[in-house]
């Protein structure tokens, strides 16, 4: 064989090395003078709002290339709109990130026409849990599990069926009796305040550090049930864990169940189409950020706590959500309807 033949023949072999060599090296750099966006399913104004932009401000730093990192917010069906649109109409380069409602993960195990499959999504990590209550607002609002029962009815808002609050106010109606009267189409939780103040709901279910610190603070809140065994510090007694009122084991297992999303309350994904190495790029982009101390500073200031995931804490935890048992995931579709 002459040199030219040999040659000829070793070039695509070293031009494969080549290129296999090159690209972690093409990935990192992938990310120099482009645009991240951290699309919320929400309006501005709301915890996962706040989350998700905090967050986004320090996100840029640890991303080789340190591109910009901008937060777009696209409010609709509770945040189910945002999940579609990740592999429907937005770039699938590794380019956009979403934050979103995780009660959704529990909705599309009980009711299949939701079609969303959170297992093909690629998960970020999680920021926080979700340390959920149940509250009365003002003078004359609930203010204990009790007292929630002696009333006529108690109004809730909610952007759609299958967001966290949704499932709160929901498990009280159903699973307890509670009288509890539910409102769906709210933009988001901005929105629910105000018609709180305005006297339009009385109270509400949502996540503790969500609330507004001037609510806690003048006490015109009044916790009386929580959601994760867990209480911080900063949550009153009075907020009882709901287990605690289950009348059998059975029940405590749909309570388990329904309340399971809460452990990935500030969840962060990306299309399951983004690119793998991109994807470890993020992945690492994102622990590195829950680690931040300038991150961590900013969440402080504004009393949103930090308990974050990693992607395969995230992935084993809607993995086992998936695999509850068909008589749990039965009972908890009452929930729905």
Same mark, same amino acid.
């Given at each position: 064989m002459s040199r030219r033949s040999f040659a000829f023949l070793l070039l695509p072999l070293l031009l494969g090395c080549g290129a296999a060599m090159s690209t972690p090296a093409a990935a990192?750099?992938?990310?120099?003078? $482009?645009?991240?966006?951290?699309?919320?399913?929400?309006?501005?104004?709301?915890?996962?709002?706040?989350?998700?932009?905090?967050?986004?401000?320090?996100?840029? $730093?640890?991303?080789?290339?340190?591109?910009?990192?901008?937060?777009?917010?696209?409010?609709?069906?509770?945040?189910?709109?945002?999940?579609?649109?990740?592999?429907? @109409?937005?770039?699938?380069?590794? @380019?956009?990130?979403?934050?979103?409602?995780?009660?959704?993960?529990?909705?599309?195990?009980?009711?299949?026409?939701? $079609?969303?499959?959170?297992? $093909?999504? @690629?998960?970020?990590?999680?920021?926080?849990?979700?340390?959920?209550?149940?509250?009365?607002?003002?003078?004359?609002?609930v203010k204990s599990w009790d007292e929630l029962f002696k009333r006529q009815q108690f109004i809730m808002g909610s952007t759609a069926k299958g967001a966290g609050n949704y499932i709160n106010g929901a498990t009280l109606r159903v699973v307890f009796k509670a009288p509890v009267r539910q409102i769906v189409g709210f933009p988001g939780s901005a929105e629910q305040r105000i018609a709180i103040e305005r006297g339009e709901l009385d109270g509400d279910c949502g996540s503790f550090h969500s609330i507004s610190p001037a609510w806690v603070r003048d006490k015109k809140i009044h916790p009386f049930v929580r959601f994760t065994e867990r209480r911080l510090p900063e949550i009153p007694e009075s907020a009882v864990y709901i287990n605690s009122f289950a009348k059998s084991e059975e029940q405590k297992k749909l309570l388990d169940f329904l309340n399971a999303a809460d452990d990935v309350g500030r969840p962060v994904i990306m299309s399951g189409r983004v690119p793998k190495d991109r994807v470890a790029i993020l992945r690492k982009a994102f622990d590195a950020t829950m680690k931040d101390p300038a991150f961590l500073a900013d969440m402080k200031k504004q009393q949103l706590p930090v308990t974050p995931l990693t992607a395969t804490e995230a992935e084993h935890e809607v993995a086992k959500m998936t695999d509850a048992p068909p008589n749990i995931v039965a009972l908890a579709k009452k929930v729905f309807e």
């Open positions: 990192e750099d992938f990310y120099r003078g $482009k645009t991240v966006t951290v699309v919320i399913g929400f309006t501005p104004g709301g915890g996962f709002d706040r989350n998700a932009r905090t967050m986004a401000l320090h996100l840029g $730093k640890h991303i080789p290339g340190n591109p910009t990192v901008v937060a777009q917010n696209m409010p609709g069906a509770g945040s189910l709109t945002s999940v579609r649109a990740l592999d429907a @109409t937005l770039a699938t380069d590794g @380019t956009v990130i979403n934050v979103f409602n995780p009660g959704f993960i529990t909705r599309s195990i009980v009711d299949p026409t939701v $079609k969303v499959d959170f297992r $093909k999504y @690629t998960w970020m990590g999680v920021i926080s849990a979700d340390f959920r209550i149940c509250y009365g607002y003002g003078p004359n609002g």
